[in-house]
Every structure is written in structure tokens, then in C-alpha cells.
T-cell receptor, first 110, second 116 residues
Framework: EDQVTQSPEALRLQEGESSSLNCSYT??????LFWYRQDPGKGPEFLFT???AGEEKEKERLKATLTKKESFLHITAPKPEDSATYLC???????????FGSGTQLTVLP | DTAVSQTPKYLVTQMGNDKSIKCEQN?????MYWYKQDSKKFLKIMFS???????INETVPNRFSPKSPDKAHLNLHINSLELGDSAVYFC???????????????FGSGTRLTVV
């Protein structure tokens, strides 16, 4: 059974304090690793898809990386508007849907 | 223009009632989904339709019945609501044919269902 685990559950940063969120996955034949951002009362918003180990993608202050067992979402010099829950999801070769982790709730204090 | 819209946003109802949630997407996507998000924020797939055909039907009570009149709409009907059905339900769509979501899902804003 595919499993996705995210850590930490919650993270509080000062504005400008860089950090990383972790997503560990156990899937057979990874077809894609996804990152989403979810704001309170809203649906998840797609950020990145990573397909193979060593791949990296960037968007503004966010950079996602992928290894064979984990993905990291690096946040460089975060701002309060980066506060949200960040969700990781994986799709295995045998599955037709994404398996989501429970998310990391990020709070960036001004 | 809203890409994936679902109604209502909030739904409060009594145990035993029957209710429906509607979802529409204007992205031209082939595949639509229903996900349930519990209090711990886990998103779990319930159903997926590709061009009106059911392709994923996870283990959910048969009180839940999806209906897709066309590829732009996927509605969720729930019979005999129970307290444990309280959650946020998200509709989503993607444009890959096999419903793999490899290009990312576009989610609606969710329907918060509270059963009292």
C-alpha cells in the first residue's frame, strides 16, 4: 500500500528564516511526486510535480527536490504570505490516484 | 472565472437526511474526482470519473453515489447521512486521460459537511 508521511506537522518561522519541509514516500514505481499549497477554507493549489530522483523545481521562494525515498520543499526567506498548509502526494505505477500526506502547517511570523 | 466550482460551500444537516453536492469544471479536463478531507487533513480519494465513466471507486459506503451527466460535471449524492460523514469534500479535475493526475489536479474550494 502506498504511504506518504510529512514532517513536521507544524512549523513556525520568523520572516526571512529559511527552512525545509519533508515528505517521505513508500510507493512502488513512483510515477510522480506532487506538492500542493492549501490555504484555510480553500482547496489545495498545485505547486510542483517531480518525476525522478535528482529533479528540482523552483517557484519564487519555493524549491522542491526529490530523492528515491523523500522529497523536500525548501522555503528561502519566507514571507507571512507563505503561511499555509503544504501537502505532498505521490502516485505509484499501479495506482490511478494520488496518495496524500497529512500536510505541514507553516506559519511565517512578521 | 472559477475553474472548479462546487456548491454548496457549507452544508449542515441532520442524521438520516439525503443531500447532494454539485461540482462543475470549465477547464475542459477529462477526469474528475471526489476527495474527502478529514479533521487530520488527510485527503482520501473516493471516486474518479473519466469522460462520464467511473474509473476509481474506493471503499466508501454505498450511501455515497457519484453521478456524472457529462464530463464537465460530477455530483455526489449521499443517502442516510451519519455523524461520521462530517468532513470537507473536495471536487477536483485533471486533464490526463487515465485519471493519473500526473499533470496536477485543480481542486474546488470544498464543501464543509456537518451532520448533527
Amino acid at each position: 500500500e502506498d504511504q506518504v508521511t510529512q514532517s513536521p506537522e507544524a512549523l513556525r518561522l520568523q520572516e526571512g528564516e529559511s527552512s525545509s519541509l519533508n515528505c517521505s514516500y513508500t510507493v512502488s514505481g513512483l510515477r510522480g511526486l506532487f506538492w500542493y499549497r492549501q490555504d484555510p477554507g480553500k482547496g489545495p493549489e498545485f505547486l510542483f510535480t517531480l518525476y525522478s530522483a535528482g529533479e528540482e523545481k523552483e517557484k519564487e521562494r519555493l524549491k522542491a527536490t526529490l530523492t528515491k525515498k523523500e522529497s523536500f520543499l525548501h522555503i528561502t526567506a519566507p514571507k507571512p504570505e507563505d503561511s499555509a498548509t503544504y501537502l505532498c502526494a505521490a502516485r505509484s505505477g499501479s495506482a490511478r490516484q494520488l496518495t496524500f500526506g497529512s500536510g505541514t502547517q507553516l506559519t511565517v511570523l512578521p | 472565472d472559477t475553474a472548479v466550482s462546487q456548491t454548496p460551500k457549507y452544508l449542515v444537516t441532520q442524521m438520516g437526511n439525503d443531500k447532494s453536492i454539485k461540482c462543475e469544471q470549465n477547464l475542459g479536463h477529462d477526469t474528475m474526482y471526489w476527495y474527502k478531507q478529514d479533521s487530520k487533513k488527510f485527503l482520501k480519494i473516493m471516486f474518479s470519473y473519466n469522460n462520464k465513466e467511473l474509473i476509481i471507486n474506493e471503499t466508501v459506503p454505498n450511501r455515497f453515489s457519484p453521478k456524472s451527466p457529462d464530463k464537465a460535471h460530477l455530483n455526489l449524492h449521499i443517502n442516510s447521512l451519519e455523524l461520521g460523514d462530517s468532513a470537507v469534500y473536495f471536487c477536483a479535475s485533471s486533464h490526463d486521460r487515465m485519471g493519473s493526475g500526473l499533470y496536477g489536479y485543480t481542486f474546488g474550494s470544498g464543501t464543509r459537511l456537518t451532520v448533527v
